[in-house]
T-cell receptor, first 111, second 114 residues
């Protein structure tokens, strides 16, 4: 069975600083991995997904994630945080036809 | 396109009451899903429907039933609500069941069971 772990339930960054959200997976098969963002009182939106085509995946709003098989990681980064990035972020892995979600990381952006 | 819509947005129930959460999608997707979101636990799959006329249990199906009314609509029913079912419920849809298929989510229903 696949599991997804997000390190840190809350992250606080200053506007303009690097955003780094950590995600590790465990899987016995090649994983398909996703990052979703949830803005307050909204549903989840897809930021990016890894489907084994390239290890560095670029998404919307300046986010990107790098798949590292040796570290079983799929960390999400953005070079410069913006106030509008304040949201909750979920890493998810697909196995068969089901998504397994991490617990989520809430990002606070300080002016 | 409205995408995935859910009704109601908010609901308060008393223990033992029943209700149905409605979900509809206008993307002509084949597969639909119901999740619940609880703090610190991410989203957990309750039921899914691979195609019209089929439904299958997910990770946490107890206390719920579903109906895939047609290709567009997928409803979730709580027959006898319990406080443990207080949660935010999300419906999602995808074109198929492939692992690479993106799931599109509705805005959610916030349910409180007293």
């Amino acid at each position: 069975a696949q599991s997804v772990t997000q390190l840190g339930s809350h992250v606080s960054v200053s506007e303009g600083a690097l955003v780094l959200l950590r995600c590790n997976y465990s899987s016995s098969v090649p994983p398909y991995l996703f990052w979703y963002v949830q803005y307050p009182n909204q549903g989840l939106q897809l930021l990016l997904k890894y489907t084994s085509a390239a290890t560095l995946v670029k998404g919307i709003n300046g986010f990107e994630a790098e798949f590292k098989k040796s570290e079983t990681s799929f960390h999400l980064t953005k070079p410069s945080a913006h106030m509008s990035d304040a949201a909750e972020y979920f890493c998810a892995g697909a196995a068969g036809n089901k998504l397994t979600f991490g617990g989520g990381t809430r990002v606070l952006v300080k002016p | 396109n409205a995408g995935v819509t859910q009704t109601p947005k908010f609901q308060v129930l008393k223990t033992g009451q029943s209700m149905t959460l409605q979900c509809a999608q206008d993307m002509n997707h084949n597969s639909m899903y119901w999740y619940r979101q609880d703090p610190g636990m991410g989203l957990r799959l309750i039921y899914y429907s691979a195609s019209e006329g089929t439904t299958d249990k997910g990770e946490v199906p107890n206390g719920y039933n579903v109906s895939r009314l047609n290709k567009r609509e997928f409803s979730l029913r709580l027959e006898s609500a319990a406080p443990s079912q207080t949660s935010v419920y999300f419906c999602a849809s995808s074109d198929g069941l492939a692992e690479t298929d993106t799931q599109y989510f509705g805005p959610g229903t916030r349910l409180t069971v007293l």
